[in-house]
């Protein structure tokens, strides 16, 4: 009876290693407060603006076309509300884009794991690099309305995708 325990707490200790070698990184279980606080804002006024919208299409003519896919639209959407909260929490330059420093804060705030911290670190440089190569390309785009909520969308899903990546996390 003791071998069976002996081997079952064995097969525990292998298992919860095993784990632990993938995971390189801790990630943090739930957002800071302080971040819930400003998205709950952020939501409000992007609430509002939809309203708003809404309420000015109606009074339109009623010939308006369906629009084909929202997939676009509530990546602006979500995007906007990342600006949002970007700007809330001082994230990002007088231009409107977001900061390295300010980045790294905001992904690693509350986080004590040191992997995870290096790990943002980076991902955020790459990301950031990847968004000035793009705007140095096409100097035009960075003029373009819906822009800054683009590029909030797309630094979020790419530092996240860059964590996960070498953190060795899995989605």
């Known amino acids: 009876m003791q071998l069976i325990l002996f081997a079952s707490a064995l097969t525990l200790v292998a298992a919860a290693d095993a784990q632990a070698k993938q995971q390189i990184c801790v990630a943090p279980t739930t957002a800071p407060h302080k971040i819930e606080k400003v998205l709950s804002q952020c939501q409000d006024e992007i609430k509002y603006a939809l309203l708003q919208e809404a309420l000015s299409v109606l009074g339109q003519s009623v010939g308006r076309q369906k629009r084909e896919t929202f997939s676009g639209e509530e990546k602006r959407i979500a995007g906007c509300l990342l600006q949002c909260v970007y700007r809330k929490m001082k994230a990002v330059d007088e231009n409107g884009f977001p900061t390295a420093p300010a980045l790294v804060q905001l992904f690693t705030e509350g986080v004590k794991d040191r992997n995870y911290y290096l790990a943002t670190i980076q991902g955020v440089q790459q990301c950031l690099a990847k968004e000035i190569q793009q705007r ?17 969308y797309d630094m979020f899903m790419c530092v996240s995708e860059e964590i996960e990546t070498l953190c060795g996390i899995s989605p």
């Open 136 to 152: 140095k390309y096409n100097q035009t785009l960075a003029q373009a309305e819906g822009y800054t909520c683009d590029v909030a």
